[in-house]
């Protein structure tokens, strides 16, 4: 059975510096690798898709980079904005379904 | 642009009501989902459908009861509530191909059941 985890489950950083989120996963079976955004009260929306043959995905200032030997993802988010305060989400697809992290939760401080 | 809207926000209802959630998308997206988001479980699937009329059990479905009538609408079916069904219950759509699509979800129904 997959597992997706996310360490840390919080992080405070301040605002304008460069961060990365991690993201592992246990069965390297899988086809896809997504991002996502959440905020409070909130859906999910989706941030970065990486395909199982890419090794990184960019937009704007998020890059997300995936080993799928190694069954780990990062998400590196540049030059940070009070914005951006939200929790993260890793979710891997195999087996036509989404397994999802708990997520990190991310606050930006001005 | 994509859409994906659940009928309730909030919803409070008493033990033992049989309570309807409901999910409605624009996107002609075969598959869609229906997941349960607690704290510190992250998001747990409960049941999703490939196609009208069909379902297949998620991680968790106990409980719970969907329907697919039409291809645009996902209903969730708590048979009898009960309070440890406490929960923000998402929805979510994907449209059928090679494991390369986008998901997209819902705002979410945040249920209280006392």
């Known amino acids: 059975k997959q597992e997706v985890t996310q360490i840390p489950a919080a992080l405070s950083v301040p605002e304008g510096e460069n961060l990365v989120l991690n993201c592992s996963f246990t069965?390297?079976?899988?086809?896809?690798l997504q991002w996502f955004r959440q905020d409070p009260g909130k859906g999910l929306t989706s941030l970065l898709l990486?395909?199982?043959?890419?090794r990184e995905q960019t937009s704007g200032r998020l890059n997300a980079s995936l080993d799928k030997s190694s069954g780990r993802s990062t998400l590196y988010i540049a030059a940070s904005q009070p914005g951006d305060s939200a929790t993260y989400l890793c979710?891997?697809?195999?087996?036509?379904?989404?397994?999802f992290g708990t997520g990190t939760r991310l606050t930006i401080i001005p | 642009d994509v859409k994906v809207t659940q009928s309730s926000r909030y919803l409070v209802k008493r033990t033992g009501e049989k309570v309807f959630l409901e999910c409605v998308q624009d996107?002609?997206?075969?598959?869609m989902f229906w997941y349960r988001q607690d704290p510190g479980l992250g998001l747990r699937l409960i049941y999703f459908?490939?196609?009208?009329?069909?379902?297949e059990k998620g991680d968790i479905p106990e409980g719970y009861s969907v329907s697919r009538e039409k291809k645009e609408r996902f209903s969730l079916i708590l048979e009898s509530a009960s309070t440890n069904q406490t929960s923000m219950y998402l929805c979510?759509?994907?449209?059928?191909?090679?494991?390369?699509?986008?998901?997209?979800f819902g705002p979410g129904t945040r249920l209280l059941v006392l």
């Open positions: 979510a759509t994907r449209k059928r191909g090679t494991g390369l699509e986008t998901q997209y």
């Open positions: 069965d390297s079976a899988i086809y896809n």
């Open positions: 990486i395909q199982s043959s890419q």
């Open positions: 979710a891997v697809f195999g087996n036509e379904k989404l397994t």
């Open positions: 996107m002609d997206h075969e598959n």
């Open positions: 459908s490939y196609d009208v009329k069909m379902k």
